[in-house]
């Protein structure tokens, strides 16, 4: 496990570090090129609910580590690195920066599963109410983390695709 301790930092250190080019063309002609934080700034639209997909480019990770071995692991094991992924991001996301007037359906619904659990749990605990309901993670996020394969990966087509590329990153023709 302390590997995979060691990768969620990698993972944070990432998102928080990673710096792109951003090029700015007018007329089909390159008029600018600047730096900035791509994962951080996909992370505030995340929180602004301008955005609801974390894309994170396996071409990238490489990029900033140049760690073939970090970026193999995420390859041959993306189910877990989602996981670890999405944890980073969960510690990473910064507060809004913009107000929500309404409620949208999923703060709707989760607000009532709040409610619903905390008034069956004092029914079963007598009015015990230190303690807030746990929910997973997992129910709570409002993105979806989606790892995106490298560009040197080629495409497999469907009916080649077997139980041995279960839980790896495949590209599928």
């Given at each position: 496990?302390?590997?995979?301790?060691?990768?969620?930092?990698?993972?944070?250190?990432?998102?928080?570090?990673?710096?792109?080019?951003?090029?700015?063309?007018?007329?089909?002609?390159?008029?600018?090129?600047?730096?900035?934080?791509?994962?951080?700034?996909?992370?505030?639209?995340?929180?602004?609910?301008?955005?609801?997909?974390?894309?994170?480019?396996?071409?990238?990770?490489?990029?900033?580590?140049?760690?073939?071995?970090?970026?193999?692991?995420?390859?041959?094991?993306?189910?877990?690195?989602?996981?670890?992924?999405?944890?980073?991001?969960?510690?990473?996301?910064?507060?809004?920066?913009?107000?929500?007037?309404?409620?949208?359906?999923?703060?709707?619904?989760?607000?009532?599963?709040?409610?619903?659990?905390?008034?069956?749990?004092?029914?079963?605990?007598?009015?015990?109410?230190?303690?807030?309901?746990?929910?997973?993670?997992?129910?709570?996020?409002?993105?979806?983390?989606?790892?995106?394969?490298?560009?040197?990966?080629?495409?497999?087509?469907?009916?080649?695709?077997g139980a041995s590329e279960?839980?790896?990153?495949?590209?599928?023709?």
């Open positions: 496990m302390t590997e995979y301790n060691d990768d969620l930092e990698k993972c944070e250190r990432f998102l928080k570090s990673y710096i792109a080019l951003r090029r700015t063309t007018e007329n089909g002609v390159v008029s600018d090129v600047s730096t900035y934080n791509k994962y951080m700034v996909l992370l505030q639209d995340v929180a602004n609910r301008t955005e609801s997909t974390v894309d994170i480019e396996l071409d990238d990770v490489y990029e900033y580590d140049k760690d073939e071995n970090f970026v193999s692991r995420i390859e041959q094991n993306t189910t877990r690195y989602i996981r670890l992924f999405s944890l980073a991001v969960d510690k990473l996301l910064p507060l809004p920066e913009i107000a929500f007037e309404d409620d949208d359906v999923r703060d709707v619904l989760i607000s009532q599963r709040v409610r619903m659990t905390r008034r069956n749990e004092e029914e079963a605990q007598g009015n015990n109410t230190d303690n807030p309901p746990v929910f997973p993670k997992e129910l709570l996020r409002r993105y979806e983390l989606h790892i995106v394969p490298r560009s040197i990966h080629k495409a497999l087509p469907l009916r080649s695709i279960i839980g790896h990153l495949v590209v599928v023709r």
